[in-house]
Structure formats: structure tokens, C-alpha cells
């Protein structure tokens, strides 16, 4: 078989394999090798390479490569391979090994080409990547990869059973557009929304990832959501309800980054604000916002990662990851600050960086959609994801108050890996072409107008404006430890009260029914020990004369009875 007729799955899974067979330094090179080895297959590929197969009937396409999917694709090897860099130092089978299954089986989704290839790739994604929170190897990192796995599989079932009612309708399980039509393609929808984190669905995000490993952190902030993201644009573009959806999701995750304490709970939010930027733009639909939603997909893998992979070596290093008991890392680990810094940078979508041509790609496609609303809301989104990830995370972590850790720099693997991301970062903001031209769509749109530097270069300049103020007024929270009540507070506290106190009612009344029952059956059974008693009614001798004397009299009172 040649290397083009490969899935480009099939080398990840293989190379977990490996991975969990292997050691030390042949383990790194395995690992290493398979994504090469991966990414020269999947560009020797042919445009529109497609593997067609059936299955008990039904017509599948296991793999389809279009020029949607494209970009995802070189993006997920991107991912995998600075994920692999950043994490060499780590020696754990378990984590290497998941994180090379977990890649593949999101590569396994975006090139599937019907339904059921999707889903079996879609519950994959929730297995393997379950091991990347597990790996922490803490109770609550437990706790919450359980609670991560049942929602994940509850995503896949709504999936599978609008998947079912979707083929007995249409008689094909081809993926294409869907449409919000029927009951099928909404069980489809809150499926992926699920993987999306929309609003109330999303507490499995900021629960899980702030608990899973250092580098596990990074493989799980580029896989599952953007696998979701692409299912989206694939099978709802122009789906008004998104653009609402997305707008909300942009918006309401800055008030809990704002206040949360912990820096990669915040960086969990701040990966929802920038899922809602994505949403908008599929759901406005034309070809300027697919490209804009598909290009910030690819912005943010980069960046968000950039900035996970920064709080990571900070944890590695000080076991701690609050932002009340960090500052003045900036003396022990000057190097991470820096990249760190590109990567707020980004993320707030400065000039030269990539955040800034591709988020600019979503508003502009608002605007010429005439949802001003909604542009204005992404606006006060952009503020916000400045002040939360833009400054929050490195002011806190390297500068605020001295805290008085000194400790070493991130491990040199680290810092390739974060090296990799910032020139990314910097590369695509100054030569926004090289991913222009690799989207969807053809476009001409230059982010690099007067309107947008002008727009832009003021949003930042007044959000970092009122930080400043509201820090002299000692009124920016994170340097108080806090606690958030997110929408998983209903499953954690007064669903599971609500189903004690049901459970116990209902055992109460059971007990009480018991006790009345076995109450009257004892009486009875007393009254009827009564009458069996000596010179009691049953127990009596009767004589013939009277047996005989009783029946004339029953006998004709039928016989009156007969007659009337």
C-alpha cells in the first residue's frame, strides 16, 4: 500500500500505539517521526481525495478531503507537533500515548465524509482525550474527568440519534449541509453545540481543562472544540439562531474570567469568547465570514495554545497557577514572559498579530450583514478578551506584586514549543496572506485598512485605559481569591439536593404505606384468630336441624327472588 492511500488517522493511531509500547528518547522520536511521516502523506494527497466503502447497505465515506476540511487538517498536525515538542520532558505512557490517539481521531473527524465515520470518531475524541484530565492523577482531576466523559458521551448519543432519524428520513448518511429541519437535524445541532460549549452546555470546559495536566491542557484547548467548530460550518452555515448563539457566547464568559482566580480557568473562558467570535461568522454564512470563522479556528489553536502552553511552565515550575499567589515571575523566567506576552497579544488582536486578521474577517462580514447589534456586542467582547487574557494573565503571573517565587525557566523543550507558536503568531498577523490563501473561500479582504488598524488600535487603547484605573482603584479582583458559580452549579449542588430530597420522600411514603398495610393485615389476621378461638364464631358446632333450617330459608329467598 502507498503512503497516499493512508487515512490520515491511521498514522496517529499508530504512532499512540508505538507511543505506549516505547521509551525515553525513542518514544520523543516516534512520536515526532509519525507526525512528519503523517503530514507528508496528507499533502501528497490528491485534491478531493475520497475513500468510498458500505456497510451493511448503507454507502459511507470514510475519508473526504475538500477544501473546508484542508486547513483543519495541516492545523491539527501543527497542534500535535508543538504539543509533542512541549511536552518531551514528561514521562508518562499513559499521556503520550492519549495524546497521540486523541489527534488522530480528531484528524479521523474533520475528514469523515458521512455521519457514522463521524460519530465513531466524535465518541474517540471523548475517550482518549478523558485520559489527558485523568493523567493529573488528583482527585478532583478525577472527579472531573468523570463529569467531562458524561457529557462528552451524552454529546455523542444526541449525535447518534439524530444521526439514526436523519438516514431513516433521507435515506443517505452522507455529511454535508443539514439545516435546522426536523427533529433530527436539532438532536444533530445541540450534539456539536455541546463539543461547542454553547451557553449552560459549557461548564464540561472550564471544569475539566483548568484540572488536566500541564501539556495535556494544550492538546485538549485544540482538538474537541475545533472538531466541533468544523462539524458546525459544515453542516449549518448560515443558520441565523448561531449568530446569537455565537454573540452570547463572546459575551457572557468575560464576567467569569474577570473574577476567576485560577489562570487557566480564566484562559478556559477566554477559549469560549473566542468559540463565539467563530459561531457569528458561521452563522452568518457567506463566504467572508466561513473563511473568517475557519481562519480564527486556525488563529486560535495557535495562540490560545501559546498562551496554556505559558501557564503550564508556570505551574511546572511553581506548582501554583492562581492569580493571587503569583507576580514577579518576570525575574525567573524572563523568556516565558515573552512569549507569553505575544500570545495576549494575539488573542487581543493587536496589529501584526494574528488574532487581528482573522477576528477582524467576522466583524466585517457583521457589519456588511447589517447586524450591527451584534458587531457592537463582538466589540465589547474584544474588550473584555483583552482585559481577561490580554493583560490579566501575564500582568498577574510575571509582573503585579512581587510574590517572592524564584525559580527556574520553563524546561527548553517549553520553550521551543512556545517559540514555534509566537512565530506563528507573529508570521500570520504580518503576512496574513500565507493563511488567506489556504482558506475556503477565495478572497481578496485586506485586514490592514485605515478603518480597522484605526478601530482596533482605540478598542485597546481604552480597555487598557480603564485596567489601569480600575487597578489604581484596587477594584480589579483577581488578585482576591475568588469563586465562580457557573451554570454546573445546578448539576453540583441543587439537582443532586433535589433528587436526595425526591429519593427520600418517596422511601418515607413507601415506609408509611408499609407500615399501614401490615397494620391492617395484623388487626385482620388478630380478628380472625378471634373467631377461630374457642366458643368463637367459626369455631362454634352447629347443629344438622339448624344447617337444614338456614338453607329452606336461602332456598326461598331465591325462589322469592325468581319471582319478582
Not at 503568531?425 to 503576512?431: A, E, L, R, S
Request: with cysteine; aromatic share 12%; glycine share 8%.
Amino acid at each position: 500500500m502507498l503512503i497516499t492511500d493512508l487515512p490520515p488517522f491511521l498514522l496517529f493511531y499508530l504512532g499512540g500505539l508505538l507511543a505506549a509500547l516505547s521509551r525515553g528518547k525513542l518514544r520523543a522520536g516516534l512520536m515526532l517521526a509519525t507526525i512528519a511521516l503523517s503530514a507528508l502523506n496528507l499533502w501528497m494527497l490528491p485534491d478531493g481525495f475520497s475513500v468510498q466503502a458500505e456497510l451493511m447497505g448503507m454507502a459511507l465515506e470514510p475519508v473526504r478531503l475538500d477544501n473546508l476540511n484542508f486547513l483543519f487538517g495541516y492545523l491539527f498536525h501543527i497542534a500535535a507537533l508543538i504539543g509533542v515538542i512541549y511536552s518531551l520532558h514528561v514521562k508518562d505512557t499513559l499521556q503520550q500515548s492519549a495524546s497521540m490517539f486523541y489527534a488522530g481521531s480528531a484528524l479521523g473527524a474533520v475528514f469523515a465524509g458521512d455521519l457514522l465515520t463521524l460519530f465513531v470518531f466524535w465518541e474517540m475524541l471523548a475517550l482518549t482525550s478523558v485520559f489527558l484530565v485523568w493523567a493529573r492523577r488528583s482527585e478532583q482531576a478525577y472527579s472531573s474527568g468523570m463529569r467531562y466523559l458524561v457529557i462528552q458521551v451524552i454529546s455523542g448519543l444526541l449525535l447518534l440519534a439524530g444521526i439514526l432519524l436523519h438516514y431513516q428520513k433521507n435515506g443517505s448518511l452522507a455529511f454535508n449541509f443539514i439545516g435546522l429541519e426536523g427533529l433530527s437535524a436539532w438532536l444533530i445541532f445541540i450534539g456539536f453545540g455541546v463539543k461547542c460549549a454553547f451557553p449552560a452546555l459549557h461548564t464540561w470546559l472550564t471544569d475539566a481543562y483548568p484540572e488536566s495536566t500541564p501539556s495535556g491542557t494544550v492538546f485538549l484547548s485544540a482538538f474537541t472544540t475545533k472538531v466541533a467548530i468544523y462539524a458546525m460550518a459544515r453542516a449549518f452555515p448560515g443558520t441565523e439562531l448561531l449568530v446569537y448563539i455565537g454573540a452570547s457566547m463572546a459575551c457572557f464568559p468575560i464576567f467569569y474570567a474577570v473574577i476567576e482566580n485560577d489562570l487557566r480557568r480564566v484562559l478556559a473562558y477566554s477559549l469560549i469568547n473566542q468559540l463565539g467570535f467563530m459561531i457569528v461568522g458561521i452563522g452568518i454564512g457567506t463566504e467572508l465570514a466561513i473563511n473568517g470563522a475557519v481562519a480564527h479556528a486556525f488563529n486560535d489553536v495557535i495562540f490560545k495554545g501559546l498562551l496554556f502552553m505559558s501557564m503550564g511552565a508556570v505551574l511546572y515550575r511553581t506548582g501554583r497557577i492562581n492569580g493571587s499567589e503569583l507576580g514577579g515571575l518576570y525575574k525567573s523566567m524572563p523568556k516565558t514572559t515573552i512569549l507569553c506576552i505575544v500570545g495576549a497579544a494575539s488573542i487581543s488582536a493587536f496589529p501584526l498579530f494574528s488574532g487581528f486578521v482573522s477576528k477582524s474577517m467576522i466583524m466585517s462580514a457583521a457589519l456588511k450583514e447589517h447586524f450591527n447589534v451584534v458587531w457592537l456586542l463582538l466589540l465589547f467582547a474584544s474588550a473584555g478578551v483583552f482585559h481577561h487574557a490580554g493583560i490579566k494573565i501575564p500582568y498577574f503571573a510575571f509582573f503585579a506584586h512581587d510574590s517572592g517565587i524564584r525559580c527556574k525557566e520553563a524546561p527548553t523543550n517549553m520553550l521551543i514549543a512556545m517559540g514555534i507558536a509566537a512565530t506563528l503568531c507573529i508570521g500570520i498577523g504580518c503576512f496574513p496572506e500565507l493563511l488567506y490563501r489556504n482558506l475556503p473561500f477565495a478572497t481578496d479582504y485586506s485586514a490592514y485598512d485605515v478603518t480597522h488598524v484605526l478601530t482596533q488600535t482605540q478598542l485597546l487603547f481604552f480597555s487598557a485605559l480603564a485596567f489601569v484605573w480600575l487597578n489604581l482603584k484596587g477594584m480589579y479582583p483577581p488578585e482576591l481569591p475568588s469563586t465562580n458559580l457557573d451554570a454546573d452549579w445546578f448539576y453540583r449542588r441543587p439537582i443532586p439536593r433535589l433528587v436526595g430530597g425526591i429519593t427520600a420522600a418517596f422511601w418515607a411514603v413507601d415506609g408509611a404505606m408499609r407500615r399501614t398495610v401490615m397494620s391492617v393485615l395484623t388487626t385482620f389476621e388478630g380478628r380472625l384468630a378471634k373467631l377461630n378461638q374457642d366458643n368463637g364464631l367459626l369455631s362454634r358446632g352447629i347443629s344438622t336441624s339448624a344447617m337444614v333450617a338456614w338453607m329452606c330459608v336461602l332456598l326461598a329467598a331465591m325462589l322469592l327472588l325468581k319471582f319478582i
